[in-house]
């Protein structure tokens, strides 16, 4: 009260001209203490603002549990059907060899204990479905209903860009937050699904739309678009001698020529296709 009081004042007396007199020693001193509590406030919020961040980054799916379980039922291929899934089940050592990383913070002694002294099965999916209970799988939340059995799959940020120092053993250590995950092979993770209905064909595309009250106003393949980009950056790549240092590939890994020549043979055959569709909300 007393700050705002001497606030108006002032400006009251700047009002009139009086400019000098509000620089007085009490005011100087509101000042400094305001300052001083300014900072401190700033510096929690700050603290807190990192921790929630982090909460986000590494924990929040944003509900895409809907489209990783819940459209491409992913969840099912890594329970298998002992669980109530479909195959075989996602063993540690295959989550391992995808890429997947283990938060060895998030594992409990006896389970530490257990797998330093090799009494874990690592090509059991229940041990998977253990560490996905746990939270231990870096960037991977499931979503259980009974015991071992999952309901959906969700990722998040940390799944591509947070790695584990390899301090237990390799893929099993301490998060490194904001560290690409450069062994991640999300072409095999993906082609574990054992629905892929949703990569669909434009029509179903333009259907979806129009129930959802938009009218499609333009429709163009853009595969010739497409060819000619990727013919066009490997020209520039061959001329320079190589990627830029900064790029896709990074994340990629080594195997960023063959996956990009995968994608042109899957685009030049017809298989996929970059479709552009403008679509105006009626
Ligand atoms: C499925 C993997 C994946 C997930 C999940 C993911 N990203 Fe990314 N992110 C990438 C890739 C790949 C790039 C690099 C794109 C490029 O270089 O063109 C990238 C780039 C970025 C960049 C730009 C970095 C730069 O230096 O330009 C930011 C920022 C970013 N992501 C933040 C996030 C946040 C925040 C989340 C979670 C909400 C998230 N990402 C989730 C794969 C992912």
Redesign the pocket.
């Known amino acids: 009260m007393k700050r705002s009081r001497s606030r108006i004042v002032c400006a009251l007396l700047l009002g009139f001209s009086f400019a000098v007199t509000c620089v007085s020693a009490s005011a100087d001193e509101y000042g400094r203490r305001d300052q001083q509590g300014q900072n401190e406030r700033a510096e929690r919020h700050d603290h807190d603002t990192v921790l929630q961040g982090r909460q986000t980054?590494r924990f929040d799916t944003f509900g895409d549990e809907d489209f990783w379980g819940g459209t491409l039922k992913l969840h099912q291929a890594i329970e298998g059907s002992a669980f109530g899934g479909v195959g075989a089940g996602v063993s540690p050592k295959t989550a391992l060899a995808v890429g997947l990383k283990v938060d060895v913070d998030a594992l409990p002694a006896s389970v530490l204990n257990a797998l330093r002294s090799g009494k874990v099965n690592l090509d059991d999916p229940a041990v998977t479905l253990t560490l996905l209970k746990l939270n231990a799988v870096v960037g991977v939340t499931g979503f259980f209903q009974s015991g071992l059995s999952l309901k959906s799959i969700g990722?998040?940020?940390a799944?591509?860009?947070s790695t584990v120092d390899n301090s237990f053993a390799p893929g099993i250590g301490h998060r490194l937050d904001g560290w690409a995950n450069r062994d991640l092979n999300?072409g095999a993770i993906v082609s574990l699904a054992p629905d892929l209905s949703a990569v669909a064909e434009p029509d179903r595309y333009k259907k979806a739309l129009e129930r959802a009250g938009f009218a499609v106003t333009a429709e163009r393949n853009r595969r010739d678009f497409a060819l000619a980009f990727f013919a066009d950056l490997r020209a520039k790549t061959a001329a320079a001698g190589g990627p830029p240092p900064l790029?896709?590939h990074v994340?990629m890994g080594k195997t960023t020529p063959e996956k990009v020549q995968n994608m042109i043979d899957n685009i030049s055959k017809g298989r996929i296709a970059p479709v552009e569709l403008i679509a105006r909300k009626l």
């Open positions: 980054f990722i998040q940020c799944l591509c860009h999300v790029g896709l994340l």
